[in-house]
Structures are given as structure tokens and as C-alpha cells.
């Protein structure tokens, strides 16, 4: 049996918040940097994702379905390559039509829902999973949730969801001895299935591709095939899992990552026994070797692999705190607008920009963050969703008054209810006549 | 009069105090001419005559009087010890010592020099060539009587009374100990004392600084007189606003130091979100306690409610006053604090320290100690649950301030001023 080699790339981008100050709250209810948001949409979809693309097909062209590859878009990334990048979600659109590609399910928003215990993290995946089948004509079976966080209880809620596998990350103090280059599964529900990345592997190309201090570098992509084959004598799967902006945007042009993306299959197809295939394939062929232990979150994140880059420290856990309080309301409301903000202010690069742990390694995110300490991002972000908190106790106020009166209404029959009644009946004839008009333009 | 501001280049109530009281002074027909380190040319010049320092010129005679270096050479001699000090400072000190094994003074002190005016790292430095300067204005210039206002300008009120022979008044606006609690900077205080000691008269802005300068510098109780500061009504702006929250607003403005007490206003919010939901805290302002303020705000899990706006200048200041139902100032130290007045000019009720120097002239405005926390979140509470009482307290807070009038404080200065001349 040959062995795999999985590829799956991550994209999001979070609707970045604009300086919004207390004198903003009641009064303001545009949250977000128009300018900020469009400008790096352009800047990433030019260097990375459409050249990147580009590439792909290219290589799809070449090997028919013997490259593959999968992605998970976050809705947000995807909103704003709809407003700034449509060209982008063209070629995507492209790549779907190859049938080498799977689309990944995940948050819509890329949130941290799946740390709460309210049921938005249910609520993100179906709306996210609702856009890919719109988009892609795709309906994902695999999850991979927020910067791969993923804990035996999140794994539960995943299979209950109907997922048959999920990714996550191979983290050592999870394994122990245990090898990522294996499929598990979850401990409550043996029927969801688990690809744990290859750090080592992954983060060759991520972090250390165009580092010229590393003693390995320059890398090629017949070196690569090499250490994938000398490397991985016992084991099934090699996922590689990583953000995508690592072509082109993390690792620029220059570096030669294309290139080496580009001659990679190459050199694997003559030099290695591995496949390429997508993780609902890879689950297929391989048995799960074992259940995998996970009490607590764990992430790709940083050395520790754990969650504390967006729940570390006060900040984080108050903004967290107050954001998941109000959720049995606006989800009751059922509000677009409030949903929509409401969905944005999940994004978990809020939580990061919070951060004030010591960047340990060569932070792979390669997070800018639009503040400068994270006590302004918290300030800057708690006016915010104070203001969304408000707006979310008006439209309640609102509807229990509206609700009263039609109650009251009911209660007392006689000319008040004749006179809504008709009202009512003028105002639907009058939707009705717009309606009308506008389908014959 | 030498000073360190003015406005509209202000970093505090310093320059503030100074334009109000010569103002006030104006009016009682006494002429000021205002030195300050650097002007920016555009300080209204109506009452007052500025002298810009960084324009005068240095006479290089009186850079040779042994008289004159007695005065100023002690900052010299500290300033290697400085931790502030510049590089080439630093060189030149060594160098003509190890040269010739005492200070010389053929000195760069001989031309004009270019004051920042602000409050850098060559402070220590800027004052010592501000009160060679001041000799120099001193000697050409024609006056009755010199008043220097805090320690940044006391040396240069000392070398013009050596120069002139004419009678010293320096006036207290904070001492060291408000400024840094117990730990402070041995220099500036010896530089506040050689001030107390050499003036004819002191002047200080309350009773508490009064005390403070009679028991900690050990100055003669009898030439130590109180003149409250006053607020001037003329910069009031017409500023409407609509507030966009619809919660009560109780604000603390001013720096983030441990002298402003904000950590008592954090933990007063907390106790009155407790049981008083309907209500915001803002805290306006910045400083070296603000990350750890917000830090514990958080922890309260109180940051919905307790909000930060960074430092406000301008409108926006006002701004806050009028988005205000309650103003607190929990000063630890406060030799004066301006800023209840200016809350109150706006129809604000205040609540105040014990600890502060404007407690001792308002009468209706809510006293606590600031490290009482209970009564501090009472008085808030009680300000906000019961409308007549914040009604009350502003009304008759905006009546009281009214009456506290530069004028008023400015006639005490001038019976100073007659009392040194022997008038």
C-alpha cells in the first residue's frame, strides 16, 4: 500500500476593526477599516493566492488526479474577496471544478465558538458549510476547526455534527511517544477520525524555508522528497497542514517558494512510495491506529501548542467572557446586521492582537498587529462589542414592546384590531406592488 | 516672573495656573513680564510680557562671578549623577575635572541656548542654564520684585535676586513628595529647599502644601502664606453635545500615576456595577499605571462597563466633562487639582480626596479619604441613584466655582508682593 501525503492549506482573513472610541459607543456602528481590510485583501490575493492558484492548476493540469490538494476558507476571508477580490474566488471556483481539491468545513467567522459552551460553534459550522456548497458545489465532510483546535469534547460536538474526520495538530505533549504519521480517532466517538500535521515537515516550509541561518538551508525539492522518504520509514500519512500565505505573502516570491512548490510532485512521484490524496480519502484508506487522549484544547499555535495565544492572560478571557454572554440573545433576535457583526467580532485575531505572552519562537502567524500594545487592542475592542451589546438590548427592548402590543391587541377585540388589521393589509399591498414593479424591470 | 509654561504650550496645571494668575494680577494693575524657556510665539500676549529664553543671550561677565556659580555649579556637580545625563554633558564634566581638578568657567554657557521647555532627559541640565539666564534678565532688566513658580525655575528665581538685590517669591504648585510619594529625588528636593530658603516669601497653592513645606523642608511658618488657585472661566467653550451612551457616565480624568489614585476609582467601579447596573466608568487619561489598570479591569471583568480613552486634549476634554453624571478624583497627593473645578464649571458634581488642596475651598462637593473605597463607591451610588443630590451638588457646585475667581486669588499675591516691599 503506498502512503499518503496530505496537503491542506488555510485561509482566512478577519475583518479588521477600525480605532473606535468611547465617544463612538451609541452612536457609531461601523466597527470595521474599510481601507485596512481592502488594501491587504488586495495585496495577498496579488502575491499569494492568485499566482498560488495559478500554480496549482497548473500542477493539476499536469497530474490529473494525482495531485491533490484541500483548503478550508473562513466566510470572512471569503466576504472580503467577494467585495475586494472576486477574481479570487473565480479561480477557487476553478480548482473546485478539478475534482482534486476538497473544501474543508471550519467557522465561518474562524472563531474561538468551539471554546464556549454555547451552540454558536454549531451555528458557525452550518453557515459555513451552507457557503461552500454555494460556492463550491462541495459538501465538506471534514472539519478542521480555528487554528486547529481541537479537545476530546470538541471532537464529540464535531462527530455529533455528522463529520467524519477532523484535523488537528500532532502536538508532542498530546503523542508522547505516539507518532503523528497515523490516523486516530476521537476518544468519545471512535467514528471520527483524526490527521494530525507533521510539525517538522509543515514548519520547514513555513518557518524555516527562507531562513539563511538554518544549516539546511537553501531547501530543494528534491532534499524534501529525501527527508519525506528517510524520515517516515513506518508510518501510513504525512499531513501537511499550513497557512497559505505562505506562498508568496510569509515566504515572498523571491524565496523560490513557487518554484519549489512547483517542481515538489515531481520529485516525490519518482523518489518516494507516497500518494497525494485529500483527508476524506486518506481516512478511507487507512484504519485508525489508536484513540487519541485530548482533555485539553490543543492548537498549532506557538511552542506550546496550546490556546493560551488567544485565552492567555485577563484580557482575553474577559473579552471572550462578555463576547459568548451575549449569544442565546442575538442568535434568539436572529437579527442580519447584528449577525453579521456579531459573526466578525468572533474572529479569533482579535483575541491574538490581545496577546501579551513573549513571542518564543518565530511566530508563524506572522502577526502583524494593528496595535501597538495589547492593552489598545482590548481597549479598542471592548468598545466595540460594548456598543454591540447595547444594540443588541435596544432590538430587544424593541421586539418584547412590538410583541406586547400585538398581544394587547389581541387581547381587546374591537376598532383597534379592525384598524391594524387593515393597516397591515395596505402595508403588504404595497411590498407586494414593489415587488412587482421591480421583477418587471 | 519665570516659569516653565505657558499656555497654549501645556503639559499640565502649571502653565495654566501661572496664565490665570497673571491675568488676575493684570487687573490689579500689576505688569508681569513672564520668562519662560521656550515660547512658541503664540501665548496671548495681552496681559503679560513673555521673554523667551532660548533668545537671550548670555553676557559672558557674569559667567565669571564666583557669586554666580555658587548658586548654580551645585547642579553641575550633581549632574554627572543623573541617570538622565547626555553623553556630551557627561564628557565635558569628566574631562575638566580630570583637567583642572575643579570646575572651570569658560563655559558653553556663553551664548544663547535652545530650550526644549519640556520635560526630557536633559532636564536637569536645561535648568541650570535657565537660571543662568535668568541672571542675565535679571541685569537688564528693570522690576520690583521676582516670582518663581515650582522647583524647575526656583534656582533661576534665586540667581535674579542675587543679581538684582531684588526680593524672591517662589510659588509652590506641587512639592516632590506629591509628585513621587516617599521615593524621592534627593536633587530636585535639595533644589526645592535651596528655593524655600532663599525666598522673602512662599507662596503655596493649599494648606496641605503649606504643611508639606513647612514640615518637610522646615521653612519658617511665618513666611509661608496659602493662596488657593482659581479657575478662569474665559476659555469656557460652547460645546453641545449628544452623548451616544444612555447610561450615566462617571469619569476620572487625569494622569495614570500613582498620585492620581487610580486604582481606588477601579475598585470603587467595581463595587458600585455591583449594585448599580445603569452606569459607565471612564477613565480619561494616560500614564505609567495605565496597562495595569486596564489589566485589572479585566480581571474584574468589569471592561464592558469601565471604559479608556488615552490621553484627551482640547475638545475633547470638555467633551468629557459634558458626558459626565459623576466626577471623581481619588488623588493620594494633590497639592491643588484643578480638574473638579473645571468639572464643575460644566454642572458636574464631583467627588474628591480628603488629600487634595482644592478640598479645602469647595463646599459642595463629596469629600472621601482616598484610600476609602466603600465610601468612595457610596458617594458614587448616592450621586447616581438619588437624582436630587447630583442635581443639588451641581447646581450649587457651578454657583460655588463661579466665585473662585483669578482676581480674588491675585489681590492675596499682590498683598504678598506689598508686604516683602515694606508697602
Request: include cysteine; charge should be neutral; glycine fraction near 6%.
Amino acid at each position: 500500500m503506498k502512503k499518503t501525503l496530505c496537503f491542506y492549506f488555510q485561509i482566512h482573513q478577519p475583518v479588521r476593526l477600525r480605532r473606535y472610541r468611547f465617544f463612538d459607543i451609541g452612536k457609531r456602528h461601523d466597527y470595521f477599516d474599510e481601507y485596512v481590510n481592502r488594501s491587504t485583501i488586495r495585496r495577498i490575493a496579488e502575491r499569494c493566492y492568485l499566482p498560488m492558484n495559478n500554480l496549482i492548476l497548473d500542477l493539476i493540469k499536469r497530474y490529473g488526479t494525482n495531485f491533490k490538494v484541500s483548503f478550508s476558507i473562513s466566510g470572512s476571508a471569503l466576504e472580503q474577496f467577494a467585495l475586494h477580490a472576486p477574481e479570487v474566488i473565480e479561480s477557487f471556483q476553478k480548482l473546485a471544478t478539478t475534482g482534486s481539491v476538497e473544501f474543508l468545513a471550519e467557522t465561518y467567522a474562524h472563531s474561538l465558538a468551539s471554546l464556549s459552551d454555547t451552540d454558536e460553534f454549531e451555528r458557525q459550522v452550518r453557515r459555513h458549510t451552507a457557503k461552500m456548497k454555494e460556492l463550491f458545489g462541495q459538501k465538506p465532510v471534514t472539519l478542521r476547526n480555528s487554528s486547529l483546535i481541537y479537545s476530546d469534547q470538541i471532537g464529540e460536538r464535531v462527530a455529533a455534527m455528522g463529520f467524519e474526520s477532523m484535523l488537528t495538530d500532532g502536538a508532542r505533549h498530546v503523542l508522547g511517544w505516539k507518532s503523528p504519521n497515523f490516523v486516530y480517532t476521537n476518544v468519545m466517538n471512535p467514528r471520527l477520525k483524526l490527521l494530525l500535521k507533521n510539525s517538522r515537515l509543515s514548519d520547514d516550509l513555513t518557518l524555516r524555508f527562507s531562513d539563511h541561518s538554518w544549516h539546511e538551508w537553501p531547501l530543494t525539492a528534491d532534499k524534501y522528497a529525501r527527508w519525506l522518504k528517510d524520515s517516515t520509514q513506518n508510518s501510513e500519512i504525512v499531513n501537511l497542514f499550513m497557512n497559505y500565505e505562505t506562498f508568496g505573502e510569509n515566504q515572498l516570491a523571491e524565496t523560490g517558494i513557487f518554484e519549489f512548490m512547483r517542481s515538489l510532485p515531481e520529485y516525490i512521484f519518482s523518489m518516494t512510495d507516497f500518494e497525494f490524496l485529500t483527508p476524506s480519502e486518506a481516512v478511507k484508506k487507512h484504519q485508525p491506529v489508536a484513540p487519541l487522549h485530548v482533555p485539553y484544547p490543543i492548537s498549532w499555535a506557538d511552542e506550546e501548542k496550546d490556546i493560551t495565544g488567544w485565552l492567555g492572560n485577563e484580557l482575553q478571557n474577559e473579552a471572550f467572557e462578555e463576547l459568548f454572554k451575549i449569544q442565546p440573545k442575538v442568535e434568539a433576535l436572529n437579527d442580519p446586521g447584528l449577525n453579521e457583526d456579531y459573526s466578525r467580532l468572533q474572529a479569533s485575531d482579535h483575541f491574538y492582537y490581545m496577546r501579551t505572552k513573549l513571542f518564543s519562537d518565530n511566530d508563524y502567524h506572522h502577526y502583524v498587529s494593528p496595535y501597538e500594545t495589547p492593552y489598545e487592542a482590548f481597549i479598542n475592542y471592548m468598545n466595540v462589542l460594548s456598543d454591540f451589546v447595547v444594540r443588541v438590548e435596544d432590538m430587544e427592548k424593541m421586539r418584547n414592546i412590538a410583541d406586547d402590543k400585538i398581544t394587547e391587541e389581541e387581547k381587546s377585540p374591537g376598532k383597534k384590531k379592525r384598524v391594524s388589521r387593515v393597516k397591515s393589509a395596505e402595508s403588504t399591498a404595497k411590498t407586494t406592488k414593489k415587488i412587482s414593479t421591480k421583477e418587471k424591470r | 516672573m519665570f516659569g516653565w509654561e505657558f499656555p497654549p504650550h501645556i503639559a499640565g496645571g502649571l502653565g495654566t495656573a501661572s496664565y490665570g494668575l497673571t491675568k488676575g494680577l493684570a487687573k490689579h494693575g500689576v505688569k508681569v513680564m513672564f520668562v519662560m524657556p521656550k515660547a512658541g510665539g503664540d501665548e496671548d500676549q495681552s496681559v503679560v510680557k513673555i521673554i523667551n529664553a532660548s533668545d537671550v543671550e548670555m553676557m559672558s561677565e557674569y559667567s565669571n562671578l564666583d557669586e554666580y556659580w555658587q548658586n548654580v555649579n551645585f547642579m553641575e556637580i550633581g549632574s554627572n549623577l543623573v541617570p538622565y545625563l547626555d553623553p556630551v554633558t557627561f564628557e565635558r564634566t569628566v574631562k575638566e575635572t580630570i583637567k583642572t581638578g575643579e570646575y572651570s568657567e569658560h563655559i558653553v554657557f556663553r551664548n544663547k541656548f535652545q530650550f526644549s521647555g519640556k520635560y526630557g532627559t536633559n532636564l536637569m541640565e536645561e535648568v541650570a542654564r535657565y537660571a543662568m539666564v535668568a541672571g542675565t534678565i535679571a541685569a537688564q532688566q528693570d522690576f520690583d520684585i521676582i516670582h518663581a513658580h515650582d522647583w524647575l525655575t526656583y534656582s533661576a528665581g534665586i540667581v535674579a535676586k542675587k543679581v538684582s538685590g531684588k526680593p524672591l517669591v517662589i510659588h509652590v504648585h506641587a512639592t516632590e513628595f506629591d509628585r513621587s510619594g516617599e521615593n524621592i529625588n534627593q536633587q530636585v528636593y535639595d533644589i526645592e529647599r535651596r528655593g524655600m530658603e532663599a525666598a522673602d516669601r512662599v507662596i503655596t497653592v493649599s494648606n496641605l502644601t503649606r504643611n508639606i513645606v513647612i514640615n518637610r523642608y522646615g521653612i519658617n511658618p511665618d513666611k509661608v502664606v496659602t493662596v488657593h488657585n482659581a479657575v478662569d472661566f474665559q476659555t469656557r467653550g460652547d460645546l453641545e453635545i449628544d452623548r451616544g451612551v444612555k447610561e450615566k457616565v462617571v469619569t476620572f480624568l487625569g494622569r495614570i500615576t500613582f498620585q492620581k489614585g487610580p486604582e481606588y476609582f477601579i475598585e470603587a467601579a467595581n463595587k458600585v456595577l455591583k449594585r448599580y447596573p445603569n452606569v459607565r466608568f471612564v477613565m480619561a487619561g494616560s500614564g505609567d499605571l495605565f496597562n495595569r489598570s486596564v489589566r485589572r479591569v479585566a480581571q474584574l471583568k468589569i471592561a464592558t462597563k469601565f471604559h479608556f480613552t488615552g490621553f484627551l486634549r482640547g475638545d475633547d476634554v470638555q467633551k468629557m466633562f459634558l458626558y459626565s453624571d459623576v466626577y471623581v478624583m481619588p488623588s493620594v497627593s494633590e497639592p491643588f487639582g484643578i480638574s473638579p473645578l473645571e468639572a464643575m464649571r460644566a454642572g458636574v458634581p464631583t467627588i474628591i480626596s480628603k488629600q487634595s488642596g482644592v478640598a479645602e475651598v469647595l463646599k459642595h462637593s463629596i469629600k472621601v479619604n482616598y484610600w476609602d473605597i466603600d465610601a468612595l463607591a457610596d458617594a458614587i451610588y448616592g450621586l447616581l441613584a438619588y437624582p436630587a443630590l447630583g442635581k443639588v451638588a451641581g447646581e450649587k457646585g457651578l454657583d460655588e466655582v463661579n466665585q473662585l475667581k483669578w482676581e480674588n486669588a491675585a489681590l492675596k499675591v499682590e498683598d504678598v508682593y506689598k508686604d516683602v516691599l515694606g508697602m
